[in-house]
């Protein structure tokens, strides 16, 4: 499995009831239920990507992840995972009030544009940056957010959100290895997982 | 339903089956939701597949409004159409029948071999006609789950079933939610709106308006045939969309080469139609037909079982959901099933939903389809392995 899905599993208890917004085919879903014993929904918009979940065993909605969370019953979940998505989403605010409205925890990730390769491209091409994590051109992106570590962080302060856990990851798109980052994080780390409480 | 079961010589199927009958109610009439009662009561039906020994594996398949119990396989060699969910059930298919021990029944008020308004009243040794009890879908539950008492099935792996077929899987999950542990649930409603209640009200005038159809007392002499064939007709457009009428017919004459001026059956739509009106009338009974699509119109889960919640209405039990709707379906279009999977979420319930991409309208269900095949697979095996686990 992916290192940043792997991390986000390492935070799960077992036993739990997990929701996975975005959760494609449902792997992170597939391996909790396996190896945690979890039992996990999830919400997909793409529908081969949801069909193909359901095939493989997979408990998922097709459907637009704000407006899906939004008809589950208060605290029904431990866990609600935004994998990866943060950049997508319209009004992230809403949705994470949603998370921590439906779970007890949520978990999300996103790719950091601070990163240093973007830095880069934009001082020193002044152009607007593609990288691995970020591989869009300004004119076909699905990402309409720029969200940078201490950027999250400050909304979470802001916004009174409990962040019970961050971590700056180095991994590749994909990737099964990375590291945990410490030192300069905001300029080294390709993205950025937080465990948020209410 | 449509008329689209062909045999398929490469696939493997079911092979040779034999429809069978069950009679309950013969001492005791069964009362009905409406208030009267009806007895006996013979339901036909074919299995197909073992029944495991810990009983853990049966799976009941609820058939659509004209449907019937013959659900796949043959009944002889030279038997020329296979059953109505060929390309379903079977060795290896979708609901697999290597793994599965599936049963389908004809619905209470059916005439295809159960108790429906053509059978003989044993009040009067008449046929029952008009005096033939008005039913719900629920009585037609009820009636299943007497058959599956009969066959000592105690809890369902799954129900499943599209259209008509899926509000009776609604109803099994709603009534009996411990006698089943998932519910499949494919182009279908938790009750029917208004346009197709009135899509059923004109079929239904057009048999009543047959002069043959004699307030229903016709079985002595000639049947109410022009009216059914017309209803017929009106659920054939229903169960197709625009798209898959100008793809499978467009405005293409039919046998000639130019416009006949006359009301002559010019277009292959027209020609498609009546020859689907005509086959149907061969088969199906009238009266059945009257009841049948009154029982679909009365359904609404939320008011029986819910007190006009829908959320309450599966408030029991812990059945697992799989629901799925088609993309071009304006008959049960997608808004009706997101409405059940909304009410499914609030009540707690484990559900599945996907709108699968389709042309084909309504009838996309009994098409064949890997992803909707691959769907029922994936859902009855993990719900097969968590029982087996213990999880459900």
């Known amino acids: ?198 | 339903m449509s008329e689209y079961a062909e045999h398929d010589l490469d696939a493997e199927g079911v092979g040779l089956v034999e429809k069978r009958l069950f009679t309950f109610a013969q001492d005791e009439p069964m009362p009905l939701e409406s208030g009267a009662v009806i007895g006996p009561v013979t339901l036909a039906y074919e299995t197909y597949g073992t029944l495991a020994p810990d009983g853990s594996n049966a799976v009941l398949v609820c058939h659509a409004l004209t449907g019937d119990s013959h659900a796949a396989g043959v009944y002889s060699a030279s038997d020329p159409k296979p059953g109505w969910w060929e390309v379903m059930i079977g060795p290896g298919k979708g609901i697999d029948t290597d793994q599965y021990f599936v049963i389908c029944a004809n619905v209470l008020g059916g005439c295809m071999g159960s108790t429906g308004p053509a059978s003989i009243d044993p009040a009067t040794g008449q046929p029952y006609g008009p005096d033939f009890p008005v039913l719900t879908i629920g009585d037609m539950v009820r009636a299943q789950k007497a058959l599956l008492d009969h066959l000592g099935v105690k809890r369902l792996l799954a129900a499943v079933g599209g259209s008509m077929g899926g509000m009776q899987v609604l109803e099994w999950a709603a009534r009996y939610p411990d006698r089943l542990v998932s519910a499949i649930a494919l182009a279908t409603a938790p009750r029917h709106s208004a346009l197709q209640i009135a899509f059923h009200e004109v079929a239904r005038q057009a048999i009543v308006a047959d002069p043959d159809w004699n307030g229903g007392r016709y079985y002595s002499c000639c049947k109410p045939a022009h009216g059914l064939a017309v209803a017929r007709m009106i659920g054939h457009i229903t169960y197709l969309s625009d798209e898959a009428m100008r793809h499978k017919f467009g405005r293409g004459l039919q046998d000639r080469a130019d416009f006949s001026f006359s009301f002559d059956a010019d277009f292959q739509v027209e020609s498609y139609l009546r020859y689907q009106g005509r086959k149907f009338v061969e088969r199906f009974d009238a009266n059945s037909f009257l009841y049948i699509t009154r029982a679909a119109d009365y359904f609404d889960l939320g008011s029986t079982h819910g007190g006009g919640s829908l959320t309450k209405a599966f408030s029991r039990g812990k059945v697992r959901f799989l629901v799925v709707s088609f993309s071009s379906d304006w008959l049960y279009p997608t808004y009706q099933s997101r409405e059940l999977v909304q009410a499914l979420k609030r009540a707690g319930k484990d559900v599945s939903f996907c709108e699968i991409e389709a042309h084909w309208g309504h009838d996309a269900f009994l098409l064949d389809s890997p992803r909707l095949a691959g769907l029922i697979s994936g859902h009855l095996e993990r719900t097969s392995r968590d029982m087996a686990r213990g999880i459900l």
């Open chain 1, 1 to 198: 499995m992916r290192y940043d899905l792997d991390l986000i599993a390492s935070w799960i208890a077992p036993e739990s009831r997990v929701l996975d917004l975005g959760c494609g085919q449902g792997e992170l879903l597939e391996y909790l239920h396996q190896a945690k014993n979890v039992q996990g929904y999830g919400v997909e918009q793409d529908e081969a990507k949801a069909a193909e979940g359901i095939a493989r065993g997979v408990s998922i909605l097709q459907g637009d992840i704000t407006r899906e969370v939004m008809d589950y019953p208060d605290h029904f979940f431990d866990f609600v995972v935004l994998s990866q998505t943060l950049q997508q989403v319209a009004e992230p605010l809403g949705l994470i009030r949603q998370m921590l409205r439906v779970g007890r925890r949520a978990v999300v990730s996103f790719p950091n544009f601070a990163h240093w390769r973007g830095r880069c491209q934009m001082f020193f091409q002044g152009r607007a940056p593609v990288t691995p994590e970020l591989p869009y051109e300004w004119n076909d992106t699905p990402n309409i957010r720029v969200i940078t570590l201490v950027d999250f962080k400050r909304f979470c302060v802001r916004h009174s959100i409990p962040v019970i856990e961050a971590v700056a990851v180095k991994t590749e798109p994909s990737a099964r290895t990375g590291l945990i980052l410490n030192w300069l994080p905001n300029l080294r780390a390709t993205n950025g997982i937080f465990l948020l409480g209410r």
